[in-house]
């Protein structure tokens, strides 16, 4: 065996360090003759800092391998298994010089990377992406000064005239809601074009590595059936890295995970405690320690389609590298909860099965989910991981995908998940959405002449009407909706003051917007094999007005906490015994 020869040809050999009780770590003098190893725990025998500086902490923890110490002139290198060892050698010479085997438990390695150098994967999970890409750098202090001075405009308006801030806004809300419907009917009409077949580019000799990255925050509930749900997924077991990520101090998610017999290819990955604590520095923290060359995420309360990764790593292979990420399609299986959860089902619909699709088809920038979201690990490294401090990193990971040239696609496969089916949870969830929404847009104009170069006219566009409209539509959705006091027979001061073919003209689009809103319902309960949703498109205007609530919300934590993460709780609504997909939804429009 390759190992035995290897250890053969040693000059110098450990002395086999024992697990049992803890002792004093036994350093063997220089050019000793000792055992040969069986295994070594770190934790018992902390290695040497030093050591692992040289290598680094982040590629140590990809590799799966920890030096150790000196032994001699040689350095010994703790390995789960010889083969790892053997794979890796030479880089390790390279970095250790003359390196010795020792045998060491994966899960050990990891407690000791973390114990030594937890601080400073922290750090970097905590800084990956550049500061120019990144908005740790947002100060609350000039958003204030930037609602100030946005006051100040609205009062000196209102000096001129009481109505002239009104039509300010009134125009915006109308400029804004005419580009998204734009937007809007041209997705629709490309969802009923086919997507021309493409031939594979590159063939799999044997099936990638893919390491599913799973952050749990106070899972009680829910994380015992999560695995359940990942068990059923047809892959190669040995080709599949689950990496559960816990927080530091998370005691509820550890104890249940603790009733759990936890399969081979389960890592459980505790991120110590930092400067904030939001999902996005969880999955920077992880994605060190995952093994996989493909990076997939998924949320705590999500049912996957058994044969989703099989179809992430065919697409994968037929695209070429610029194709970075693939998104998967969301739906809910507690849709029939109430009313909400219907709306919620008919709204993701809408975006996962029209809007999104659409947005790919004319090439502009997709903004992705937090969850069913698979990427290239070459591809998410080059862009430097997740914004720890965006509380909506999925969107803003999105854009800069598309700055650095990266292409991402929809993939016609459905992860079920559970509706925030009640009013306020749904409020928090989508203000923290609109938060992020609001500083991933603030980042990425910080220089906007660059970002028009980097994108092109034609994306730097989409960007403006997918982040800048939203944020402008709900902002002034008061001034629109104060117009249902005219059909009600009740006065309006600025309809009294608009001419009359201007007012039949802003009718007219208010009209147009609910029938093309209707519309696109109703492609989109088709698509997602639920028809009969469409029957509750009206209660959507009852339902988007908790995104202005929400909205509100987010512009007052912009100016006062702007980091915080309004985590949502899962398993609410009996989902957490729900067996896998419920309906068989309807191919993607790109697939029709």
């Given at each position: 065996?390759?190992?035995?020869?290897?250890?053969?040809?040693?000059?110098?050999?450990?002395?086999?360090v024992?697990t049992g009780?803890p002792?004093?770590?036994?350093?063997?003098?220089?050019?000793a003759?000792?055992?040969?190893?069986?295994?070594?725990?770190?934790i018992?025998?902390?290695?040497?800092?030093?050591?692992i500086a040289?290598?680094?902490a982040?590629?140590?923890?990809?590799l799966g391998?920890?030096?150790?110490?000196?032994?001699?002139?040689?350095?010994?290198?703790l390995?789960?298994?010889p083969?790892?060892?053997l794979?890796?050698?030479?880089?390790?010479s390279?970095?250790?010089?003359?390196?010795?085997?020792a045998?060491?438990?994966?899960?050990?390695?990891?407690?000791?990377l973390?114990?030594i150098?937890?601080?400073?994967?922290?750090?970097r999970?905590?800084?990956?992406?550049?500061?120019g890409?990144?908005?740790?750098?947002?100060?609350t202090?000039?958003?204030?000064?930037?609602?100030?001075g946005?006051?100040?405009?609205?009062?000196?308006l209102?000096?001129v005239?009481?109505?002239?801030p009104?039509?300010?806004l009134?125009?915006?809300?109308?400029g804004t809601?005419?580009?998204?419907?734009?937007l809007?009917?041209?997705?629709l009409?490309?969802?009923?074009?086919?997507e021309?077949?493409?031939?594979?580019?590159?063939?799999?000799?044997?099936?990638?590595v893919?390491s599913?990255?799973?952050?749990l925050?106070?899972e009680a509930q829910?994380?015992g059936?999560?695995?359940?749900?990942?068990g059923?997924?047809?892959?190669?077991e040995?080709?599949?890295?689950i990496?559960?990520?816990?927080?530091t101090?998370?005691?509820?998610?550890?104890?249940?995970?603790?009733?759990t017999?936890?399969?081979s290819?389960?890592q459980v990955i505790?991120?110590?405690?930092?400067?904030?604590?939001?999902?996005?520095?969880?999955?920077?923290?992880a994605l060190?320690?995952?093994r996989?060359?493909?990076?997939?995420?998924?949320?705590?309360?999500?049912a996957?389609a058994?044969?989703?990764i099989?179809?992430?790593?065919q697409?994968?292979?037929?695209?070429?590298?610029q194709v970075?990420?693939?998104?998967?399609?969301l739906?809910f299986?507690?849709?029939?909860t109430?009313?909400?959860?219907?709306?919620?089902t008919?709204?993701?619909?809408t975006?996962?099965?029209?809007?999104?699709?659409?947005l790919?088809?004319?090439?502009?920038?997709?903004?992705l989910?937090?969850?069913?979201?698979?990427?290239?690990?070459e591809?998410?490294?080059?862009?430097?991981?997740?914004?720890?401090?965006?509380?909506?990193?999925?969107?803003?990971?999105?854009?800069?995908l598309a700055?650095?040239?990266?292409?991402t696609?929809?993939?016609?496969?459905t992860?079920m998940?559970?509706?925030?089916?009640?009013p306020?949870?749904?409020?928090?969830?989508?203000?923290r959405?609109l938060k992020?929404?609001?500083?991933?847009y603030?980042?990425?104009?910080?220089?906007?002449?660059?970002?028009?170069r980097?994108?092109?006219?034609?994306?730097?566009?989409?960007?403006?009407?997918?982040?800048?409209?939203?944020?402008?539509?709900?902002?002034?959705?008061p001034?629109l909706?104060?117009?249902?006091l005219?059909p009600?027979g009740?006065?309006?001061?600025?309809?009294?003051?608009?001419?009359?073919?201007?007012l039949?003209?802003?009718i007219?689009?208010f009209v147009?917007?609910?029938a093309l809103?209707?519309?696109?319902?109703?492609?989109?309960?088709?698509?997602?094999?639920?028809?009969?949703?469409?029957?509750?498109?009206?209660?959507?205007?009852?339902?988007?007005?908790?995104?202005?609530?929400?909205?509100?919300?987010?512009g007052?934590?912009?100016?006062?906490?702007?980091?915080?993460?309004?985590?949502?709780?899962?398993?609410a609504?009996g989902?957490?015994?729900?067996?896998?997909?419920?309906?068989r939804?309807?191919?993607?429009?790109?697939?029709?």
């Open positions: 065996m390759k190992l035995a020869r290897f250890n053969e040809a040693t000059d110098v050999v450990l002395r086999k024992a009780a002792r004093a770590p036994y350093v063997p003098a220089p050019g003759k000792v055992m040969a190893p069986r295994h070594v725990d770190p018992v025998s902390p290695p040497d800092p030093r050591l040289r290598l680094g982040p590629r140590a923890a990809r391998l920890l030096p150790w110490r000196r032994c001699g002139s040689d350095c010994v290198v390995a789960e298994e083969a790892v060892f794979r890796h050698k030479e880089e390790l390279r970095a250790l010089g003359p390196i010795r085997l045998l060491c438990d994966r899960s050990e390695i990891r407690a000791a973390t114990r150098a937890g601080a400073d994967l922290v750090n999970a905590e800084t990956l992406v550049p500061i890409e990144s908005c740790r750098g947002w100060q202090g000039w958003a204030r000064l930037w609602v100030a946005l006051t100040i405009c609205l009062a000196l209102i000096s005239s009481v109505l002239a009104v039509f300010v009134l125009g915006l809300a109308m809601l005419l580009l998204s419907m734009m809007k009917a041209a997705a009409i490309l969802s009923f074009r086919k021309r077949h493409v031939q594979p580019s590159v063939v799999p000799v044997r099936s990638p893919v599913l990255l799973v952050p925050f106070r829910i994380a059936h999560l695995l359940d749900r990942l059923r997924l047809d892959y190669p040995d080709r599949l890295d990496c559960l990520i816990l927080e101090g998370d005691e509820v998610t550890r104890a249940t995970l603790a009733r017999d936890l399969p290819n389960i505790n991120v110590p405690q930092g400067s904030l604590q939001t999902k996005p520095r969880a999955l920077n923290y060190d320690f995952a996989g060359s493909i990076i997939g995420i998924y949320d705590a309360e999500d996957p058994a044969d989703q099989a179809r992430v790593v697409r994968f292979a037929e695209r070429g590298p970075a990420c693939l998104q998967g399609v739906d299986y507690n849709t029939e109430n009313w909400v959860a219907r709306c919620f008919l709204d993701y619909a975006w996962f099965r029209v809007i999104l699709p659409g790919q088809r004319m090439g502009l920038v997709v903004p989910g937090g969850t069913t979201l698979f990427l290239r690990r591809a998410i490294e080059t862009v430097g991981g997740w914004d720890a401090h965006n509380v909506t990193e999925d969107a803003d990971l999105g854009v800069r700055r650095h040239g990266y292409r696609e929809l993939i016609e496969s992860t998940e559970e509706a925030n089916a009640r306020w949870p749904w409020i928090r969830q989508r203000s959405w992020g929404y609001a500083m991933t603030a980042v990425h104009m910080s220089r906007p002449a660059r970002l028009w980097e994108l092109g006219p034609w994306r730097f566009a989409g960007v403006q009407i997918l982040f800048l409209g939203t944020l402008v539509q709900l902002a002034t959705a001034v909706w104060s117009f249902w005219y009600l009740l006065p309006h001061p600025v309809v009294e003051a608009m001419p009359a073919l201007l039949a003209i802003m007219g689009v147009l917007s609910e809103s209707l519309i696109i319902s109703f492609r989109a309960s088709r698509l997602s094999g639920r028809r009969w949703l469409w029957l509750w498109a009206p209660a959507l205007l009852i339902y988007f007005p908790l995104a202005t609530i929400a909205f509100y919300k987010a007052w934590e912009l100016l006062t906490r702007p980091f915080f993460w309004d985590k949502t709780d899962h398993g609504f989902g957490a015994d729900v067996p896998g997909v419920i309906a939804p309807r191919p993607l429009p790109h697939q029709a």
